[in-house]
């Protein structure tokens, strides 16, 4: 396993969260990285893409101005920090790598196991 997340938990609405994605991989900084979710009976859907460089920064409009994705070259680890949490938010968060910051999974090709964030109201 290539990709590791972590940071995920039970929280209460309105509170936040980090999670962390630390990747073993050598090419990590030459590596678009997003973040997904996928919630029971749902399709994986995107969350936040970050440029290899950090320089260039995708949301989806439902979490645009409350999550936070960034990235530490040197660590190689990429993070998400949630904020203002909502139920609607809880799913299986999973990390993936890719050549370019884009919002289909399909253009990721490695993936993490993920981590569960359950948001309770």
């Known amino acids: 396993v290539q990709l590791v997340e972590s940071g995920g938990g039970l929280v209460q609405a309105g509170d936040s969260l980090r999670l962390s994605c630390a990747d073993s991989?050598?090419?990590?900084?030459?590596?678009?990285m997003g973040w997904f979710r996928q919630a029971p009976g749902k399709e994986r859907e995107f969350v936040a893409s970050?440029?290899?460089?950090?320089?260039?920064?995708y949301y989806a409009d439902s979490v645009k101005g409350r999550f936070t994705i960034s990235r530490d070259n040197a660590e190689n680890t990429v993070y998400l920090q949630m904020s203002s949490l909502k139920p609607e938010d809880t799913a299986m968060y999973y990390c993936?790598?890719?050549?370019?910051?884009?919002?289909?999974?399909?253009?990721?090709?490695?993936w993490g196991q993920g981590t569960q964030v359950t948001v309770s109201s």
């Open positions: 991989r050598t090419t990590f900084d030459t590596s678009a």
């Open positions: 993936a790598a890719g050549l370019s910051p884009l919002r289909e999974p399909s253009g990721y090709d490695s």
């Open positions: 970050i440029s290899w460089s950090g320089g260039a920064t």
